[in-house]
Nanobody
Framework: QVQLVESGGGLVQTGASLRLSCTASGRTISSYNMGWFRQAPGKEREFVAAISTIGYSTYYADSVKGRFTISRDNAKNTAYLQMNRLGPEDTAVYYC????????????WGQGTQVTVSS
């Protein structure tokens, strides 16, 4: 099966930008849609963004639309989440996901990377 590993998280200040990466191993990701979810302290895990198999279609949660951009490079077996104009409300563990169903339920999850935005 596919293993997903996130990187690029860290501590930044309000207004900063950050790019998360998700690299897959075990299989290529070219047959899978990809996405990002996040879970803030004390909150439920929520959908952030998704991208179709070759990147023609993208989807975003209302809370991040216009600030975040999801992309993918199938040749590198990697998906990305570019996050701009970050605020404290974006503080969460961010999880990469693959093969997301029509019910927004992924088949594969990464272990997560922490993003902390200081106020």
């Amino acid at each position: 099966q596919v293993q997903l590993v996130e990187s690029g998280g860290g501590l930044v200040q309000t207004g900063a930008s950050l790019r998360l990466s998700c690299t897959a191993s075990g299989r290529t990701i070219s047959s899978y849609n990809m996405g990002w979810f996040r879970q803030a302290p004390g909150k439920e895990r929520e959908f952030v963004a998704a991208i179709s198999t070759i990147g023609y279609s993208t989807y975003y949660a209302d809370s991040v639309k216009g600030r975040f951009t999801i992309s993918r490079d199938n040749a590198k077996n990697t998906a990305y989440l570019q996050m701009n104009r970050l605020g404290p409300e974006d503080t969460a563990v961010y999880y990469c996901a693959a093969d997301i169903s029509s019910l927004n339920k992924p088949k594969y999850w990464g272990q997560g990377t922490q993003v902390t935005v200081s106020s």
